[in-house]
């Protein structure tokens, strides 16, 4: 399956055999990733902002306030190189040649534009629930002058392509006899224990969502 | 402390009172970070790749294959964004609008050259060794084609700047009231328990400095 079809600008050149191009995997590295790297040209040169993002479709959601430079730059059309990488291991060869990472990363080229007013809402309400489900409904709902101060970008995914290397080091043949450990050492991200405001009225637990949520949940 | 003069290419707008441009508070960030996105400018539209790095001194080390496009461009002297970023919790505020992230970012500008022939053994030691200290010299050392193989470029650090956010929850007055819990959701990452490469010779017990370096070691 290759749902973006690989050209000079997608596709992977180093090690090919761990590149992809369907949505299947580009899609799962995206959704599974917490934030991204949103990549744009600024007077001819570059610069990398991280932000959150969540996908709809074929499309990456960025949001943030109405004045930031990243969301203007992202809203106005210019081509962007959005990056989603999560680490799962060091994997530990025989030689020092042959160290490497295991890791799941999407490169993602597109443009952007912003989202109608109308449809913002839903846009933020699908930010919180891919991080959360169950938050939106439980908090204050954005006013009128909150809207206004956020702006929502859908960058529409043009090409795309995704890199995967997952398990043991593959050492050269005559490195196995060596008297060296090898092996993986995995990286997973996880939550951690709550921590309450300070501010907190006395009396409220922290809701049956998050907490069912987190159990033996990875970030 | 502003050891990078804040100037409009890498001043925090956003939020100005989450910057920095001290040394201590970049270089703590690039030097927790396991890996790095690197930007830059080809057929002037941004590409963004994720790598690993080591820090030396004011310089950031990449390295990879000598036929990688990344360290090709890299090595070139063109402008490069280099961003590190953790993550660090969910904020969950009273109101949707107030929800936030905990984080710690790196922005740096500035431009590479090969690392020469002389120095490379070195900077790969010290990339190993910012990693997994004490594996370097268990492992078999690059023979010369390996070496040949492999370019480390130093990216010269020209300006930077780190944005980074911590504690609970800024909810407007008012809000403070509302029945709802408030606090931050931690994001950890962890290293997970060794996995044995199914080659391995029998009888080679992972090394103490592997084991040693786990305990409660976060990644």
Same mark, same amino acid.
């Given at each position: 399956?290759?749902?973006?079809?690989?050209?000079?600008?997608?596709?992977?050149?180093?090690?090919?055999?761990?590149?992809?191009?369907?949505?299947?995997?580009?899609?799962?590295?995206?959704?599974?990733?917490?934030?991204?790297?949103?990549?744009?040209?600024?007077?001819?040169?570059? !610069?990398?902002?991280? @932000?959150?993002?969540?996908?709809?479709?074929?499309?990456?959601?960025?949001?943030?306030?109405? @004045?930031?430079?990243?969301?203007?730059?992202?809203?106005?059309?210019?081509?962007?190189?959005? @990056?989603? &990488?999560?680490?799962?291991?060091?994997?530990?060869?025989?030689?020092?040649?042959?160290?490497?990472?295991?890791?799941?990363?999407?490169?993602?080229?597109?443009?952007?534009? @912003?989202?109608?007013?109308?449809?913002?809402?839903?846009?933020?309400?699908?930010?919180?629930?891919?991080?959360?489900?169950?938050?939106?409904?439980?908090?204050?709902?954005?006013?009128?002058?909150?809207?206004?101060?956020?702006? !929502?970008?859908?960058? &529409?995914?043009?090409?795309?392509?995704?890199?995967?290397?997952?398990?043991?080091?593959?050492?050269?043949?005559?490195?196995?006899?060596?008297?060296?450990?090898?092996?993986?050492?995995?990286?997973?991200?996880?939550?951690?224990?709550?921590?309450?405001?300070?501010?907190? &009225?006395?009396?409220?637990?922290?809701?049956?969502?998050?907490?069912?949520?987190?159990?033996?949940?990875?970030?």
């Amino acid at each position: 399956m290759s749902d973006f079809i690989p050209s000079e600008k997608n596709r992977v050149r180093r090690v090919p055999n761990r590149g992809a191009y369907d949505k299947e995997t580009i899609y799962g590295i995206v959704d599974a990733a917490i934030i991204c790297h949103v990549g744009l040209v600024q007077d001819g040169e570059p !610069v990398v902002i991280p @932000t959150l993002h969540a996908r709809r479709g074929d499309e990456i959601l960025l949001h943030g306030a109405t @004045t930031s430079r990243l969301i203007g730059a992202a809203a106005s059309g210019q081509p962007l190189c959005i @990056t989603m &990488t999560l680490v799962d291991g060091l994997v530990l060869a025989r030689s020092a040649f042959h160290h490497s990472a295991n890791y799941r990363s999407a490169v993602i080229f597109g443009r952007g534009q @912003t989202v109608p007013v109308d449809e913002k809402m839903a846009c933020l309400l699908h930010f919180t629930e891919k991080l959360l489900p169950g938050r939106w409904v439980d908090v204050r709902s954005p006013n009128a002058q909150e809207l206004k101060a956020t702006t !929502v970008v859908a960058v &529409t995914i043009e090409s795309a392509s995704a890199k995967v290397r997952t398990g043991p080091p593959k050492d050269d043949e005559e490195d196995y006899a060596l008297p060296v450990w090898a092996g993986v050492l995995p990286i997973q991200q996880q939550f951690g224990a709550l921590e309450t405001d300070p501010q907190l &009225t006395a009396g409220i637990a922290p809701p049956d969502y998050l907490t069912r949520f987190l159990k033996g949940a990875k970030a």
